[in-house]
Each structure stands twice: as C-alpha cells, then as structure tokens.
C-alpha cells in the first residue's frame, strides 16, 4: 500500500491493520476500462475490457431465459469509495461498521474493475432481498459458466455482510 493511500485510511479512521484483519486484497487499478452503459440510475458504468465482455453475454444469456439482470454499480475509483465511507462517516456511522459493508480504499474489488453489484426490476438495489429473484437464482445457477462469482456469500472469510448482489468475474491467464 503506498503512502497516500495509508493517509487516506488513516483520515477516516481504517484500522492500520486492515490489510490483514480484512483478508481483502489490495487492488490494481486497470488501465482497460471500457463503457457497459449506465446503470439503473443513468451513471455511465465502465468494467475491464474482459469483464465487460463476459458480462455482455452472461446478460444476455439471462434475457435469452427470461431473466433482467441490471447494473447497480461496476468500476469505482479510489476518490469514488473514499467519498462513500466519508458519506457515512458524516451520518454519525461508525468506521468499524461501515466497514462490514463497504470495502477500504484500495481494497473494493470494484477497483479492478470486474466486480458487479446487481439487481432486477422485483429487488430494491443492494438489499438482501435480490436473493429471493429469479435474477439472483438464474445467477446462482449460471453465472459461473461466464466467470462471474458471488463474492461475500453468507458467513465469508472476509466478514463482510452477505452481499446476494455482488458479483466479480475472475481474470484467468490475463
């Protein structure tokens, strides 16, 4: 982790141990963004290239089927999830907290710009309730075949709450 981004968590009171405690990976950002579209709520989205690709056809393999898949949120910025946590902060949320649900700086796998966070036209966005979609069920079922994964199931090793929405796509050989 470089000097500026140890400041940054040290501003908004990260534990200095969080690399370990958290057993997230510090993330590279990549230099391969390409536009997906907007998401739900009109923001321009952008993924790496390889991500993007694999997305477009595990989206489109779920409408061959029926199922509506949309984007909540794909790559953020370091700036992006440092003024996330700042919003929090500034609602009176404690770090400690916030941290089970929003990944440090450096460390969001958003960052790499091949996570997904997902949802459909029958969930509220980022609500544990998309499990219950038949988007959610379709992903289950499927979205290994197009190299996406859910990233914090229940009970993760990274004790971050169960995130039904969130999705990465695993770079192999690249």
Known sequence: MDAELRRTHHRLGIPA??????RLVLQVTPNDLVSIGCDIFGRPQRMRAIAAEAWSRMRDGASDQGIDV????????????????????????LIEEILTRVAAPGFSE????CALDLTSEHAAPLEEEFEQTDAFKWLTRNAS????YLSYPRGNRFDVIYEPWHWCYRVTGH
């Open 17 to 22: 141990n969080y690399e370990s405690s958290s």
């Open 110 to 113: 958003h960052q790499s710009g």
């Open 145 to 148: 075949q197009f190299g996406f």
């Open 70 to 93: 949309k984007v909540v949120s794909a790559y953020r910025s370091i700036d992006y999830q440092t003024s996330l946590i700042e919003r929090l902060l500034e609602q009176g949320q």
